[in-house]
């Protein structure tokens, strides 16, 4: 490695020599007890060509110096001397310092880290053995994570302590990895999660990532990918890229961020990398995008020059007050800055000025001595927001108060008493690290297990004021500690992107509303998907449904599919139409069958009514009644009483009429052969044989219904079948074999009538109501043959409503065959109603 500084024994017994060529301290003062620092004070490196034929160059650190490490430096130097003067943490002991710049490269860091270890002596021990105590008791970095990793790896086998201010990645949690290692910036583990849940709090599901192609980008990008899973957050695209990358490189993650759909780009990125993201970015046309960024670098004040980012979001460590350190860090003059190179460097870059003499080749001219760091406004001077130079002082801090643990001894009512005579070892300053809790200007100082700080963030939004400069707005904050709802808080408008007056959107397929699911498009991210309505008796009720759920068996999807509602039930109704015509038809024919009676009973001893057989008659126009009326069972809601009501009355009242008609009909062929020579006949069909059939034939009905009743009777049904979004409800026949045998008894009757009626066709006209009957009992038949049909195929209400059609009109038929012809001749024919035209005629001729 080049420049890497090593120990090598002398072949001539010479002792431990240095290899290499040791870089001095950018700042150093001696004292009892020495801490480390390195900071990345510059982003480059010198870069070198290895030919393997004779010594590498000297890395040398390039490009301009970064203002906020070395702010970050001189805090570190304040931090020991306010220690230093301090009567009551190491009274009477000096710390000392040695600050070097690792040039945020990890072969610098390195080497940084054995010279910390080892010293810059250039004879170790001539004729012992190469071993010694460590230079330093402790190391207060680095700014990054790569460097820091690289050094702790170096310290870990000396057990010397290292604190780091700023290095995030969660790797250096792992302490088989990096035993000796703390810091006082949370693990980006916890800065994750904390982004994930950002992200999922704005309903942003779509997002791009970029990271810095690092320890710090690469873990933490790995750690947020994981986390934003968890949440359902997809990443549209995750690309990575590092600040020396050509320039091809950097314009293809340009070009991807830019050509992406995803608004929103969460970077995990390191700020020297993002200054580099930003020059490729530039010049590009693109819509306004949503930054998310990391503690590196949203809250760096070099950043907020670049209105690319304005309206970024972050969460960013918080922000605290130094007492005293404003002062300290403008107390520099050009006295002081010009005897150390890195401070000279630093002034002729703030001032742009050269202190040399003579101007320079960036054709800066000599200083004149009348400048000011209070005149400047840079990342350096500016301490409105201390976040990262606090994690600085709590590192030199943790390491006086495990000192102070080991040499002193703390009385109560007493001054501490320090004893710097003690000789200390980084591996006993490592232990009391570990155990160290105090407080410093209101902010405590402790470690876990694993030398992590809690987790604590501000979120960070960058807002454009008034006057057009940025700045850093606390609108929330994140603390891992706090109760469960509690975690993440934000309390303040966010000011967004450019051109994005409300929260931006990101999602690779708009929510699906209530009533639709989620179904997953083949081959993209579980974000992108087709919103697909919920099929037929299913519903979802929530916002991005995966699934939708079927409704009880009751209940049916309203229009809308977001709820499941009590579907309807239907049945034939006396407040429908179709009931009301129904009802009244029922009414009608009752009203019929009653005035047939009246005029009968008023006429009763006129031929016509005679000659018909008046008992079957009234008999018949009294079951055609109830004929008529029992149809009016069959409608309204259906119940258990109903149910049996309706089919046995219909059943037993019907077999009464087709029973009246079959004994006219028997009475009226009998009578006919009785006039023949030697016919008794009529003795077998007087009035009580008459009663008696009819009696008979009712009977058999009432038995089968009775059977029917008692072993599975007709009962109320909901009936879900016929249609799937309302029910029906019906009066199940419970015995399908009970019912089609009351049906089929009706039947049977009414084709032995039909039979015996077309018989009796040669009958005498005048006397002869056969041909009435015969008639009636073909509408009858025809009407119930129809009905079977059409009572099979009729869906719900329509079926008791063809039953109760089959019922009314057979009565009908029944009625005005039989009846009306006589009704007719008694009021408007009465001089048709003798005896004498009654006999009048015979057939002429057979039919």
Same mark, same amino acid.
């Given at each position: 490695?080049? +420049?890497?500084?090593?120990?090598?024994?002398?072949?001539? *017994?010479?002792?431990?020599?240095?290899?290499?060529?040791?870089?001095?301290a950018?700042?150093?003062?001696?004292?009892d007890?020495?801490?480390? +620092?390195?900071?990345?004070?510059?982003?480059?490196?010198?870069?070198?060509?290895?030919?393997? &034929?004779?010594?590498?160059?000297?890395?040398h650190?390039?490009?301009?110096v970064?203002?906020?490490?070395?702010?970050?430096?001189?805090?570190m130097?304040?931090?020991?001397?306010?220690i230093?003067?301090?009567?009551?943490?190491?009274p009477?002991?000096?710390?000392?310092?040695?600050?070097?710049?690792?040039?945020?490269?990890?072969?610098?860091a390195?080497?940084?880290?054995?010279?910390?270890?080892?010293?810059?002596?250039?004879?170790f021990?001539?004729?012992?053995?190469?071993?010694?105590?460590?230079?330093?008791h402790?190391?207060? /970095?680095?700014?990054?994570?790569?460097?820091?990793?690289a050094?702790?790896?170096?310290?870990?086998?000396?057990s010397?302590?290292?604190?780091s201010?700023?290095?995030?990645?969660?790797c250096?949690?792992?302490?088989?990895?990096? %035993?000796?290692?703390?810091?006082?910036? %949370?693990?980006?583990?916890?800065?994750a999660?904390?982004?994930?849940?950002?992200?999922?709090?704005?309903?942003?599901?779509?997002?791009?990532?970029?990271?810095s192609?690092?320890?710090?980008?690469?873990?933490?990008?790995?750690?947020?990918?994981?986390?934003?899973?968890? $949440?359902?957050?997809?990443v =549209?695209?995750?690309e990575?890229?590092?600040?020396?990358?050509?320039?091809e490189?950097?314009?293809?993650?340009a070009?991807?961020?830019?050509?992406?759909?995803?608004?929103?780009?969460?970077?995990?990125?390191?700020t020297g990398d993002?200054l580099?993201l930003?020059?490729a970015?530039?010049?590009?046309?693109?819509?306004?995008?949503?930054?998310i960024?990391?503690?590196?670098?949203?809250?760096?004040?070099?950043?907020?020059?670049?209105?690319?980012f304005?309206?970024?979001?972050?969460f960013?460590?918080?922000?605290s007050v130094?007492p005293?350190?404003?002062?300290?860090?403008?107390d520099?003059?050009?006295?002081?800055v010009?005897?150390? #190179?890195?401070?000279?460097e630093?002034?002729?870059?703030?001032?742009? !000025?050269?202190?040399?003499?003579?101007?320079t080749?960036?054709?800066?001219?000599?200083c004149? *001595?009348?400048q000011?760091?209070?005149d400047?406004?840079?990342?350096?001077?500016?301490?409105?927001?201390?976040?990262?130079?606090?994690?600085?002082?709590?590192?030199?801090?943790?390491i006086?108060?495990?000192?102070?643990?080991?040499? !002193?001894?703390? $009385?109560?009512?007493?001054?501490?008493?320090?004893?710097?005579?003690?000789?200390?070892?980084?591996?006993q300053?490592m =232990?009391?690290?570990?155990?160290?809790?105090?407080?410093?200007?209101?902010?405590?100082?402790?470690?876990?297990?694993n030398?992590?700080?809690?987790?604590?963030? $501000?979120?960070?939004?960058w807002? &454009?004021m008034?006057?057009?400069?940025? =700045?850093?707005?606390?609108? *929330?904050?994140?603390?891992?500690?706090? #109760?469960?709802?509690?975690v993440?808080?934000?309390?303040?408008?966010?000011t967004?992107?450019?051109g994005?007056?409300k929260? %931006?959107?990101?999602?690779?397929?708009?929510?699906?509303?209530?009533?639709?699911?989620?179904?997953?498009?083949?081959?993209r991210p579980?974000?992108?998907?087709?919103?697909?309505?919920?099929?037929?008796?299913?519903?979802?009720?929530?916002?991005?449904?995966?699934?939708?759920?079927t409704?009880?068996?009751?209940?049916?999807?309203?229009?809308?599919?977001?709820a499941?509602?009590?579907?309807?039930?239907?049945?034939?109704?006396?407040?429908?139409?179709? *009931?009301?015509?129904?009802?009244?038809?029922?009414?009608? +024919?009752?009203?019929?069958?009653?005035?047939?009676?009246?005029?009968?009973?008023?006429h009763?001893?006129?031929?016509i009514?005679?000659?018909?057989?008046?008992?079957?008659?009234?008999?018949?126009?009294?079951?055609?009644?109830?004929?008529?009326?029992?149809?009016?069972?069959?409608?309204?809601?259906?119940?258990?009483?109903?149910?049996?009501?309706?089919h046995?009355?219909?059943?037993i009242?019907?077999?009464?009429?087709?029973?009246?008609v079959?004994?006219k009909?028997?009475?009226?062929?009998?009578?006919?052969?009785?006039?023949?020579? /030697?016919?008794?006949?009529?003795?077998?069909? /007087? %009035?009580l044989?008459?009663?008696?059939s009819?009696?008979?034939f009712t009977?058999i009905?009432v038995?089968?219904c009775?059977?029917?009743?008692?072993?599975?009777?007709?009962?109320?049904?909901?009936?879900?079948?016929?249609?799937?979004?309302?029910?029906?409800?019906?009066c199940?026949?419970g015995?399908?074999?009970?019912?089609w045998?009351?049906?089929?008894?009706?039947?049977?009757?009414?084709?032995l009538?039909?039979?015996?009626?077309?018989?009796?066709r040669?009958?005498?006209?005048?006397?002869?109501?056969?041909?009435?009957?015969?008639?009636?009992?073909l509408?009858?038949?025809?009407?119930?043959?129809?009905f079977? #049909?059409?009572?099979?195929?009729?869906?719900?209400k329509?079926?008791?409503?063809?039953?109760i059609?089959?019922?009314?009109?057979?009565?009908?038929?029944?009625?005005?065959?039989?009846?009306?012809?006589?009704?007719f001749?008694?009021?408007?024919?009465?001089?048709?109603n003798t005896?004498?035209?009654?006999? +009048?005629?015979?057939?002429?001729?057979s039919f």
């Amino acid at each position: 490695m080049a +420049g890497d500084l090593t120990l090598a024994n002398g072949s001539s *017994g010479s002792g431990c020599t240095l290899q290499g060529t040791p870089r001095p301290a950018s700042f150093s003062q001696p004292g009892d007890f020495m801490i480390g +620092g390195v900071f990345s004070i510059h982003y480059f490196v010198s870069s070198t060509e290895h030919n393997y &034929t004779s010594r590498p160059n000297e890395l040398h650190c390039t490009g301009s110096v970064d203002f906020r490490n070395m702010r970050f430096a001189r805090t570190m130097v304040f931090a020991i001397k306010e220690i230093n003067n301090s009567s009551e943490l190491l009274p009477g002991v000096t710390l000392g310092y040695q600050i070097h710049d690792s040039c945020s490269s990890v072969p610098v860091a390195v080497k940084m880290a054995f010279q910390l270890a080892n010293g810059i002596e250039p004879v170790f021990f001539p004729n012992q053995s190469c071993s010694k105590s460590a230079t330093v008791h402790a190391v207060v /970095g680095d700014s990054n994570s790569s460097p820091t990793i690289a050094i702790s790896r170096i310290l870990a086998p000396f057990s010397i302590p290292q604190v780091s201010h700023f290095a995030s990645c969660a790797c250096l949690s792992d302490k088989l990895q990096h %035993p000796t290692f703390s810091r006082t910036m %949370p693990s980006d583990y916890f800065q994750a999660a904390a982004l994930a849940k950002l992200v999922k709090h704005f309903g942003w599901t779509w997002i791009g990532a970029v990271r810095s192609d690092s320890d710090y980008g690469n873990n933490g990008m790995a750690a947020f990918l994981q986390a934003a899973q968890a $949440e359902g957050i997809c990443v =549209e695209y995750s690309e990575a890229f590092y600040r020396t990358y050509p320039v091809e490189k950097l314009r293809r993650v340009a070009e991807i961020i830019s050509r992406s759909t995803a608004r929103v780009v969460v970077a995990f990125v390191a700020t020297g990398d993002m200054l580099v993201l930003q020059s490729a970015l530039e010049g590009i046309q693109m819509a306004p995008l949503q930054w998310i960024g990391t503690e590196d670098w949203i809250t760096d004040r070099m950043m907020s020059q670049f209105r690319l980012f304005a309206g970024a979001i972050g969460f960013g460590i918080p922000r605290s007050v130094i007492p005293g350190l404003r002062d300290f860090l403008l107390d520099l003059g050009p006295a002081q800055v010009s005897q150390s #190179p890195l401070l000279t460097e630093f002034w002729e870059t703030a001032f742009g !000025c050269s202190l040399g003499g003579i101007q320079t080749a960036e054709g800066r001219k000599k200083c004149d *001595g009348n400048q000011n760091l209070r005149d400047l406004q840079n990342p350096y001077t500016d301490t409105s927001q201390l976040r990262i130079s606090n994690m600085v002082y709590k590192a030199v801090y943790a390491i006086a108060h495990a000192i102070h643990s080991i040499i !002193c001894t703390d $009385e109560p009512n007493t001054p501490p008493h320090c004893n710097a005579s003690i000789r200390v070892v980084p591996w006993q300053v490592m =232990e009391h690290l570990r155990k160290v809790n105090f407080s410093r200007n209101g902010y405590k100082v402790s470690f876990d297990a694993n030398g992590d700080p809690v987790a604590i963030y $501000e979120l960070v939004n960058w807002q &454009t004021m008034r006057d057009g400069h940025m =700045e850093f707005v606390t609108v *929330g904050h994140y603390d891992v500690s706090a #109760p469960d709802g509690q975690v993440l808080i934000i309390n303040k408008n966010i000011t967004w992107a450019v051109g994005q007056p409300k929260v %931006p959107v990101s999602v690779c397929s708009a929510s699906c509303p209530p009533g639709t699911r989620k179904a997953m498009q083949r081959g993209r991210p579980v974000c992108c998907y087709d919103c697909v309505p919920c099929a037929e008796g299913e519903i979802s009720n929530a916002t991005d449904s995966l699934d939708c759920i079927t409704c009880p068996d009751d209940y049916w999807p309203n229009a809308e599919k977001d709820a499941c509602v009590l579907k309807p039930v239907e049945f034939l109704s006396f407040h429908e139409v179709l *009931g009301i015509i129904l009802a009244a038809c029922s009414v009608t +024919g009752a009203c019929m069958a009653f005035m047939v009676a009246v005029v009968f009973y008023r006429h009763r001893d006129t031929p016509i009514v005679k000659a018909n057989n008046s008992e079957l008659s009234f008999m018949l126009v009294f079951s055609l009644k109830l004929c008529f009326l029992c149809s009016l069972t069959f409608i309204g809601r259906p119940s258990d009483w109903s149910c049996m009501l309706r089919h046995t009355a219909f059943g037993i009242t019907f077999v009464l009429c087709i029973s009246c008609v079959l004994g006219k009909t028997l009475v009226v062929l009998m009578a006919f052969r009785a006039t023949l020579p /030697g016919s008794n006949v009529m003795k077998w069909f /007087g %009035p009580l044989h008459q009663r008696m059939s009819v009696l008979a034939f009712t009977l058999i009905q009432v038995l089968i219904c009775v059977l029917w009743l008692t072993t599975c009777p007709p009962f109320p049904n909901k009936n879900m079948k016929h249609y799937k979004e309302k029910i029906i409800l019906e009066c199940d026949v419970g015995s399908a074999l009970g019912f089609w045998a009351v049906l089929g008894y009706i039947g049977l009757l009414s084709i032995l009538c039909f039979i015996l009626a077309f018989l009796a066709r040669k009958l005498p006209d005048n006397f002869n109501e056969a041909k009435f009957i015969t008639f009636s009992m073909l509408i009858f038949c025809a009407v119930w043959i129809t009905f079977i #049909p059409a009572y099979v195929s009729s869906p719900g209400k329509f079926t008791v409503a063809v039953e109760i059609f089959a019922i009314l009109a057979s009565s009908f038929g029944l009625i005005v065959c039989i009846f009306f012809p006589k009704c007719f001749i008694i009021l408007f024919r009465p001089e048709q109603n003798t005896k004498k035209h009654m006999m +009048g005629k015979m057939p002429s001729k057979s039919f």
